[in-house]
């Protein structure tokens, strides 16, 4: 397209990519519809998790994240220090996960069942074209939010690539460029195929401006150089007698050699500690690095396709430090406040469950869980290809209060009953299902979390005073049906007439359900 064609219609640059539906029969560009979304779906606080009382708390979306992305333009237009953006790579297919179900009682270590569960889908009835636009409308919205000096990181792989790497010159044009294109490189089994076996990522690397913020990383020096040279610091300065530079060393340790754009990351493997469980899971490792790089403490940063939530841990400090072979995870970094959102119900519970449990964070994360009224968080409309099924019908909880001559106050569960709609289970779960709900009718072995707290208000989102959840390494062990309150809260309960508090519990699925109990 020439350049005066192109200014003419909007995009202003001398090579566009283009795709059906991207101009009106006018030829106008076909921008999102800010407004609209806004008007359509506005997202409130439904639970609240920590102690943090800043104005401005961390936020977990429930939700299509072009309605998230058009919800957030009036707070947060112009704030973000840091985008990584990993959408679905154009796969054509469906992506699930194994879902344990139950306890074995022979063997308490071991699921009674497991089932596959949908994640995503990711799949394009109209082809690449809508497969762009979608990319289109969330990236312009994103591009918006993004601080004068913010990044992005877009993730993708071979499919996708070029397409991408054209269409975010595009949004970026014309004060943003491209910085880097970084190669992912991990390992893993190969299989027979008729190409070379494909053990990499792409991911661009874009400024909004050339005042984006840029921290130096250093990558250990190659053994071969350590031990030619050893391992501290090599400087130049000039010889006594003859004037000339001569390299010495020092005993300043090293800091190794400025970090080149191909990052050898492991995969998250089966036995990872990372391993959450969810399909297309990134190594925290990996997100770490673009924040340390990128960002200063105390800065936003988002995720809108948050998956089992790698960019929020990166962000509330967790990292992995080698010590020889064995790789060890705490939460020793400083600290970026952060956004993220996804459609898929289980996506939402495993960040929530990940933030809930990050190891060396005490006191645990604090964040929001947004979602639109009517809706239980982890619940989100079908807007595009890439989110999962329609909302499921309501699930049911019931539970019940126990008060002990001591004054203690015990709340027990009874009984779940799941909403099954939406499911897509093959007939061989659905089987599996019903098996398990005939070994346990009381449907417990389907919950995965549960939580006690106040009654929610208007004014006052869900915030849990006690919470239990099933971890996810070591096995599905049981997870407890009752909870004595603590002393404090059963004085509470004991000396008023009557207290409501509401259970909140999540089951396997990544549905939530609720119900209320009277403590007085």
């Keep these: 397209m020439a350049r005066a064609e192109a200014e003419a219609n909007g995009s202003g640059a001398e090579v566009e990519l283009r795709w059906r539906g991207k101009y009106d029969d006018a030829g106008r560009r076909v921008e999102p519809e800010v407004a609209a979304l806004q008007a359509q779906v506005t997202f409130t606080a439904a639970e609240r998790y920590g102690g943090d009382t800043t104005a401005e708390p961390n936020r977990l979306f429930a939700g299509d994240n072009l309605a998230v992305l058009a919800s957030l333009l009036p707070e947060f237009e112009g704030r973000l220090a840091l985008i990584y953006l990993d959408p679905p790579f154009f796969a054509e297919c469906d992506f699930r996960t194994r879902i344990p179900v139950g306890v074995d009682p022979q063997k308490p270590n071991k699921p009674f069942t497991t089932l596959e569960g949908l ?30 000096t913010g990044v992005l990181f877009f993730h993708c792989d071979y499919r996708v690539a070029g ?30 195929s008729r190409n070379f076996q494909r053990m990499h990522d792409t991911i661009f690397f874009y400024a909004k401006s050339e005042q984006y913020r840029f921290r130096p990383l250093y990558q250990p020096l190659a053994a071969s150089t350590q031990a030619m040279h050893g391992e501290t610091l090599r400087v130049n300065v000039p010889d006594d007698a003859t004037g000339k530079l001569v390299t010495k060393r020092t005993e300043v340790p090293s800091k190794g050699v400025l970090m080149h754009d191909v990052w050898e990351i ?3 493997v089966a036995h990872s500690q ?24 105390g800065e936003w940063v988002a995720d809108f ?45 495993a960040t929530r469950k990940r ?166």
Aim: charged share 20%; with cysteine; proline share 8%.
């Design 163 to 192: 397409y991408a790497r054209l269409l975010l010159d595009e949004v970026f044009a014309p004060q943003g460029r491209l910085v880097n294109e970084i190669c992912w490189y991990y390992k893993r089994w190969s299989a027979a």
């Design 274 to 297: 990372e391993q959450l469980g969810y399909p297309t899971q990134k190594p925290v490792e990996l997100l770490a690095r673009m924040v340390e790089a990128t960002t200063e403490p």
């Design 355 to 520: 933030m809930l449990s990050l190891p060396g964070k005490e006191p645990p994360a604090s964040f929001d869980v947004w979602c639109a009224p009517g809706r239980a968080a982890g619940k989100t409309a079908s807007h595009n290809a890439a989110a999962v099924a329609a909302p499921s019908a309501a699930a049911t909880l019931e539970a019940d209060v126990e008060r002990a001559e001591n004054g203690r106050v015990t709340v027990r569960l009874l009984r779940y009953r799941p909403s099954l709609e939406g499911l897509t289970l093959s007939r061989g779960d659905k089987e599996k299902l019903e098996a398990a709900l005939a070994h346990d009718p009381s449907g417990l072995c389907l919950l995965d979390a549960w939580a006690l707290g106040a009654t929610p208000t208007e004014a006052a989102p869900f915030q849990p005073v006690w919470h239990t959840q099933r971890p996810r390494r070591g096995g599905p062990r049981h997870l407890p049906s009752e909870i004595t309150l603590p002393p404090e809260l059963s004085a509470k309960a004991s000396t008023s007439s009557t207290v409501e508090w509401s259970v909140h519990a999540t089951d396997c699925f990544g549905r939530r359900a609720a119900c209320h109990v009277a403590l007085g």
């Design 305 to 349: 396709f948050c998956g089992a939530g790698a960019l929020p841990a990166a962000a509330e400090g967790l990292r992995v430090r080698r010590e020889g072979t064995r790789a060890v995870y705490a939460c020793d970094a400083e600290p970026r406040r952060w956004l993220a959102a996804d459609a898929s119900e289980l996506a939402v519970h």
């Design 266 to 268: 492991p995969f998250v």
């Design 119 to 148: 994640a995503y889908r990711d799949t394009w009835p109209g082809g690449i074209s809508s497969y762009l636009r979608f990319l289109y409308e969330r990236l312009a919205l994103m591009h918006r939010l993004l601080a004068p």
